[in-house]
């Protein structure tokens, strides 16, 4: 099981988000986190991250670091990668 960690930065776009949004995430980051290579995708452009999780129209981007999750930023799908 790998322990998720959240940047200043990801914490700012988390308390943007809805509470049912991040009810969501949550659930799926916990889920993630068992098996997080099994749901990542690497991403072509590693300038934010290097993977990416997909919950419905947002995404979590992320680095792994031993066993950590480093969320590095959470977002929509539209503007995420901008």
């Known amino acids: 099981m790998y322990r998720v960690i959240f940047t200043q930065r990801a914490l700012k776009d ?3 988000l809805d509470k049912e949004t991040q009810d969501r995430i949550a659930m799926k980051l916990k889920e993630f ?3 997080p290579f099994r749901y990542a995708r690497k991403l072509i452009h590693p300038k934010i991250g290097t993977y990416r999780f997909r ?6 981007i992320f680095d792994i670091d031993d066993d950590n999750i ?8 539209k503007s995420i990668y901008k």
Do not use: P, Q, S
Not at 55 to 60: A, L, N, P, S
Not at 70 to 77: A, M, P, Q, T
């Open 14 to 16: 988390w308390k943007n």
């Open 33 to 35: 986190a068992k098996e």
């Open 55 to 60: 919950i419905g129209d947002y995404r979590v």
């Open 70 to 77: 480093v969320i590095l930023r959470i977002g929509h799908r």
